[in-house]
T-cell receptor, first 109, second 117 residues
Framework: GQNIDQPTEMTATEGAIVQINCTYQ??????LFWYQQHAGEAPTFLSY??LDGLEEKGRFSSFLSRSKGYSYLLLKELQMKDSASYLC??????????WGAGTKLIIKP | GAVVSQHPSWVICKSGTSVKIECRSL??????MFWYRQFPKQSLMLMAT?????????EQGVEKDKFLINHASLTLSTLTVTSAHPEDSSFYIC?????????????FGPGTRLTVL
């Protein structure tokens, strides 16, 4: 079956760095996505990786290793507004998005 | 660019009534739209995939006669919750795929919060 694993919840301190991991087992791979979702709102797109390596976009970076079925989202200089759920999703061989359950990130002052 | 709108943003209805939710891609053509449901503190659950001009593909366990999906144009898909019951109360989110920008697989609408009394 297809499976995406990410931690249920993480806590970090304002101004610090946090890494949210995502491992996947899917039938085929056509890209990995990270989305941010604040409570009561729809998800918003953060990043897309299809090749191995690190993609940096401001305070957020995303890394992919296809051979390991592994990705992480790195958030730097954490701000209180970063408190949200972070969803990892993989596009499989049928170009369908397979979603992880999301990681709830709690930022403390 | 790549904006998806959803209407209404929230709706309260009586049990037994039907509710229609619209999803529009505002600045791109969406050959495929997805409908999700999200219960509190849970992840997104894909309900169905709709392709313009054809019947929607429903996920296992989703009643197609209860959740009617119409994707009549490249910019509009509608989800109708028929004979709504309190257990249908949820956050419904649509997303649209921009075929020309495949890298960004899905752009999400703002969601519709449905409360059935």
């Amino acid at each position: 079956g297809q499976n995406i694993d990410q931690p249920t919840e993480m806590t970090a301190t304002e101004g610090a760095i946090v890494q949210i991991n995502c491992t996947y087992q899917t039938s085929g791979f056509n890209g990995l996505f990270w989305y941010q979702q604040h409570a009561g709102e729809a998800p918003t797109f953060l990043s897309y990786n299809v090749l191995d390596g690190l993609e940096e976009k401001g305070r957020f970076s995303s890394f992919l290793s296809r051979s390991k079925g592994y990705s992480y989202l790195l958030l730097k200089e954490l701000q209180m507004k970063d408190s949200a759920s972070y969803l990892c999703a993989v596009k499989d061989s049928n170009y369908q998005l397979i979603w992880g359950a999301g990681t709830k990130l709690i930022i403390k002052p | 660019g790549a904006v998806v709108s959803q209407h209404p943003s929230w709706v309260i209805c009586k049990s037994g009534t039907s509710v229609k939710i619209e999803c529009r891609s505002l600045d791109f053509q969406a050959t495929t739209m997805f409908w999700y449901r999200q219960f509190p503190k849970q992840s997104l659950m894909l309900m169905a995939t709709s392709n313009e001009g054809s019947k929607a593909t429903y996920e296992q366990g989703v009643e197609k006669d209860k959740f009617l999906i119409n994707h009549a144009s490249l910019t509009l898909s509608t989800l109708t919750v028929t004979s709504a019951h309190p257990e249908d109360s949820s956050f419904y989110i649509c997303s649209a795929r921009d075929a020309e920008r495949e890298a960004r697989a899905a752009f999400f609408g703002p969601g519709t919060r449905l409360t059935v009394l």
